[in-house]
Structures are given as C-alpha cells and as structure tokens.
C-alpha cells in the first residue's frame, strides 16, 4: 500500500524547469508540513524545502532558495524546480511530516515515498 508517491522526474538541461508532485493517501496529509529531500550518488540526503499544513509558512536551503517553490493543496503537494542546475542531480523524496508545521530534519517526517529521479545535464 503505497502512502507517499512522488512524480515528476526526468531528464532536462541546465537552466531547465520541472515540476514534482506529491500525493498521499494518509489522512494526516491534509493536516501535517510536507517537505522535500533529495539525496545525490554516493551523498547523504539533504533537505530541500518544506511547507507548513496550511501552505502560510515555508522553508528551502539556501541553494535553492530563488530557485524552487513549494507549495501544496489539500490533496498533493509540488516543488517547482528552475533554473536547474547539475548539481541538483539526485533522487527527490516528498514526505509527510510527524506535526503541521515546517521541519528541515528528516527524522521530524514519519512518511517517505519511493522517489523520483532528476537529472540535470550540463
């Protein structure tokens, strides 16, 4: 039974645009922050963005902040990507966060998709 399913993710040049989505089929969705992680080859997973339940209250690391917005409805969430560069290579993770607001860690989040890969060619 997948809980957290990402989608979006491919293959584009430098200075490109994509969009992921983020659904779910927890109730808490609705309810708890939703953040992004991404996780490069042979790299630890680090945090992207995250947004708050109601939307009003968001975060990004600082390479990407300019770049990549987040945002969500009731159903799913997005992070809108431009700008791209290589280094934002990686597979991209949505999840559910434990509480309704905002976190940067990882283990404040309770429910993790699969992935989708994103591939940024110089």
């Known amino acids: 039974q997948v809980q957290v399913a990402e989608s979006g993710g491919g293959v584009v040049q430098a200075g490109e645009s994509l969009r992921l989505s983020c659904v779910s089929s927890?109730?808490?969705?609705?309810?708890?922050?939703v953040g992004w992680f991404r996780q490069a080859p042979g790299q630890e997973r680090e945090f992207v963005a995250a947004?708050?339940?109601?939307?009003?209250n968001t975060m990004a690391a600082d390479s990407v902040k300019g770049r990549f917005t987040i945002s969500r409805d009731i159903a799913k969430g997005y992070l809108q990507m431009n700008s791209l560069k290589p280094e934002a290579t990686g597979i991209y993770y949505c999840a559910v966060a434990r509480r309704a607001i905002a976190r940067t860690v990882a283990s404040e989040y309770a429910y993790w998709g699969q992935g989708t890969q994103v591939t940024v060619s110089s």
């Open positions: 927890r109730r808490t969705f609705s309810n708890n922050g």
């Open positions: 947004i708050s339940w109601r939307g009003d």
